[in-house]
């Protein structure tokens, strides 16, 4: 009598069966030393991260055997340091954002983005409360930070999105509006400081508050889970601890690396352009805001690269208000204490007209961004504007006048972006948590 066995079904293969070793189909062992795709293509995105460390380094080993050479040396090293150490941070930054509290986060990455700029910054006002002559390029620093910010940094990932989308017009989350809040009203009050021909303790007062209002409002915000790329998303993908590890290395590394560089880099560009006969003013406030913020404007452009550029666009933003607010508002108190009294560091009229001249520039961009959407044509215009009085410095006066008329013209044509920054503003001093509006994605016109 035949017996019929009832075996149970064979699940589903997900591949081909290994034959047995030695066996003639079997598969090849992979040779020792040899490299999977995926093992290269990590190896490609933690690069950046040898290559920032491998900037820093020799200047850090000559600044530790006591080196001391020219002016210009002494600026490009250090430079090329800090260039390395603001690389570094902003990677850290972003992997931060997977290990702390959402307002520490905020807080922290607030403090983060001006760190290379503050450190250079803060040095000339400190050094400014011992000598006036430092004075000058404190608010040169600061001014150059915030124009290129701006005038380069906005403007690219807006034409850099139109060219990889061919989209016209980038809009904005409505949740943005708490940078523009913050932005708006360090904008009015910085109206102040060139009428009073001085930075004071005063606007340290204002200006903290300002950026404390904001960290309150933005840590009451829902965090979604951070979006990262290149080396940062490398290194997320390891297991919590080395994570926290290599992330915590780099905040060290980058620090150290910026507080021993800050002063030989400030000294050595105002060493250069008094060897070489070039305006010492006119180096400090472009080349060293653009040794720190280079990192900051490649990241954004690889957000608008990969069709994030609202990401990216944001990022500018709130760099932009950390900027004005706690950047500027740390310069009087540095000198403050240094010069232990309470007194103003005055502002002559260069620096007068260098912060008018911000500010202007500052008004119109937040007028432009009260609509919630950036146009390639805003892109051009504030490019252009910069790039204008970039090459035509003696030209300031009828710049700022240029600012204020483009920005109350769009005002007077389109009254509802008063009432959108009005309740840009209402929300950042609101008690209660504003509530969030949902994400409108970038559209083409």
Not at 85 to 98: D, P, R, V
Not at 142 to 162: D, E, P
Not at 164 to 192: P, Q
Not at 286 to 308: D, H, N
Request: with cysteine; glycine share 6%.
């Amino acid at each position: 009598m035949s017996v019929l066995k009832v075996f149970p079904p064979h699940p589903p293969r997900k591949g081909p069966r290994a034959p047995p070793e030695n066996s003639p189909g079997a598969f090849p062992k992979r040779p020792e030393g040899h490299t999977t795709e995926v093992e290269v293509s990590c190896v490609k995105r933690v690069l950046p991260v040898f290559l920032a460390v491998g900037a820093a380094c020799p200047w850090l080993y000559l600044r530790l055997v006591g080196f001391h050479g020219s002016p210009a040396v002494q600026a490009s090293l250090s430079g090329a340091a800090i260039l390395g150490a603001a690389f570094l941070l902003s990677w850290a930054a972003e992997l931060a954002q997977l290990d702390i509290s959402d307002a520490l986060a905020v807080a922290l990455l607030s403090f983060i983005a001006v760190l290379p700029e503050y450190a250079v910054d803060i040095y000339f006002a400190w050094q400014a409360g011992k000598d006036p002559t430092y004075a000058p390029y404190a608010v040169a620093n600061m001014t150059g930070a915030n124009r290129l910010l701006i005038g380069v940094g906005w403007s690219a990932v807006v034409l850099v999105y139109w060219w990889k989308t061919r989209s016209r017009v980038l809009r904005l989350a409505k949740r943005d509006r708490l940078e523009l809040g913050a932005l708006t009203l360090a904008t009015v009050y910085a109206v102040v400081i060139p009428l009073k021909g001085s930075l004071s303790l005063l606007d340290t007062a204002v200006l903290l508050l300002l950026f404390a209002l904001y960290i309150r409002s933005a840590s009451a915000q829902s965090v979604g889970e951070p979006e990262l790329i290149g080396p940062a998303a490398a290194i997320a993908a390891l297991p919590q601890t080395p994570r926290r590890l290599v992330t915590a290395s780099l905040f060290v590394f980058a620090a150290g690396t910026i507080l021993l560089s800050a002063e030989a880099f400030s000294e050595g560009l105002v060493g250069t352009g008094k060897l070489f006969g070039i305006d010492e003013f006119f180096l400090v406030q472009w080349l060293a805001p653009l040794a720190s913020e280079s990192p900051e404007f490649i990241i954004a452009v690889l957000f608008a690269l990969q069709g994030r550029a609202n990401l990216g666009l944001r990022t500018m933003i709130s760099s932009k208000v950390n900027q004005w607010t706690l950047l500027v508002g740390m310069l009087p108190l540095a000198f403050a204490v240094s010069s232990g009294s309470p007194e103003a560091m005055p502002l002559d009229s260069r620096q007068v007209s260098e912060v008018f001249l911000t500010m202007a520039q500052s008004l119109f961009a937040v007028v432009v961004l009260a609509r919630f959407e950036f146009s390639v044509w805003s892109a051009l215009a504030l490019f252009g504007l910069f790039a204008t009085q970039f090459a035509l410095p003696a030209l300031h006066p009828p710049f700022i006048a240029l600012y204020f008329v483009l920005a109350f013209a769009l005002l007077l044509r389109d009254r509802g972006r008063l009432h959108t920054l009005g309740r840009a503003v209402q929300n950042l001093t609101a008690r209660e948590r504003p509530v969030e509006e949902p994400t409108v994605g970038p559209q083409e016109r």
